[in-house]
């Protein structure tokens, strides 16, 4: 039987070893106080998948917000479903990515759709983030989903600051087994927009987006040790929807992506001198100016981006464009 943890202090932080799905409910796993993957057993005892040799010698990673994925909107018909799926699946395939992650997607069998017509390709982890007030499922999740064996997946949500301030949504994690016993670490993340939908207007959202990157930066760093008892993290990727930009002077006093580039984050950016208008992946519309704000950060010593791209698509299929990289090592 695969063994399940909880952890983290959170009950809804979700853990498996050595496959992927079939995860008990979050409210039958009890909470730990150690990082998630602290506390298993020795590499011997552990029923690690095979690595089959790379086909192209390097990594291929997309992040991709689908809009309300599938249907563009909540309650879609089957026929706007069925048609979403068609216009995105194309898509994805041309783009040939080993990892994919995605944002507003409604939930784990919706992904499913996408990877059914993705040979090798699996659903490792769907977060089940709910709606406040009635906690009814959020048709917004965030999955990870390749074509690599997995180690571990999970997600978890964010937890109040000291202040009561609240972050919406939270994030879902997987870790990778990459050949010569090395790890590849994954996040996704979609932090809170820039709808004045709470007490403080920006200056909330703002704070909310800071917070989140504070804590996925802490459960980072003790998941990257303790992921050590497999090998070595090789590569450590953050990416999706971040809602924020290092370019638009609304954001010029904002920490969120630059925690992550300071020296105790430790991560480098894929946009790093890319002119901005090759890397717009929201196109805008109505009083929304079009903005940089997807995003991949990488961490890894020897680690080189080969591209780094946000594919323009049209706008019935979704409204962002779905961003990736290369990297190799």
């Known amino acids: 039987m695969v063994p399940v943890w909880g952890g983290c202090g959170v009950a809804a932080a979700l853990i498996a070893l050595g496959t992927r799905g079939q995860f008990a409910p979050a409210s039958v796993i009890a909470a730990a106080p150690a990082p998630l993957l602290a506390s298993l057993p020795p590499p011997s005892a552990l029923p690690l998948p095979p690595v089959a040799p790379h086909p192209h010698g390097g990594l291929n990673v997309t992040f991709w917000n689908l809009q309300w994925f599938p249907g563009h909107r909540p309650g879609a018909g089957v026929r706007a479903q069925t048609h979403h799926v068609a216009l995105v699946l194309p898509i994805v395939q041309r783009l040939a990515p080993d990892v994919l992650g995605l944002e507003e997607c409604g939930d784990s069998p919706a992904a499913e759709r996408l990877t059914d017509g993705l040979p090798g390709f699996h659903v490792d982890v769907c977060t ?98 303790a992921c050590a008892r497999w090998g070595r993290v090789r590569l450590t990727l953050v990416g999706g929807d971040m809602n924020t930009s290092l370019d638009d002077s609304r954001f010029q006093a904002e920490t969120t992506l630059r925690s992550l580039l300071a020296p105790d984050g430790g991560f480098r950016w894929i946009w790093q001198g890319v002119p901005l208008p090759l890397r717009l992946s929201l196109p805008g519309g109505g009083p929304y100016p079009p903005a940089c704000f997807d995003h991949i950060f990488y961490q890894g010593e020897g680690v080189r981006l080969l591209t780094a791209a946000a594919d323009p698509t049209a706008r019935n299929v979704s409204d962002h464009h779905p961003v990736s990289a290369r990297f190799e090592w």
């Open 128 to 225: 089940e983030f709910t709606r406040e007030p009635n906690h009814e499922p959020s048709r917004q999740q965030i999955v990870l989903c390749s074509r690599l064996p997995l180690l571990a997946a999970g997600w978890q949500p964010f937890r109040p600051d000291a202040n009561g301030l609240q972050p919406r949504r939270g994030f879902a994690f997987a870790a990778y087994r990459l050949p010569a016993d090395e790890v590849l670490l994954v996040y996704g993340l979609h932090l809170k927009s820039n709808v004045l939908d709470e007490p403080g207007g920006d200056a909330t959202n703002v704070a909310m987006r800071e917070e989140s990157v504070r804590q996925l930066l802490a459960h980072q760093h003790a998941e990257t040790a």
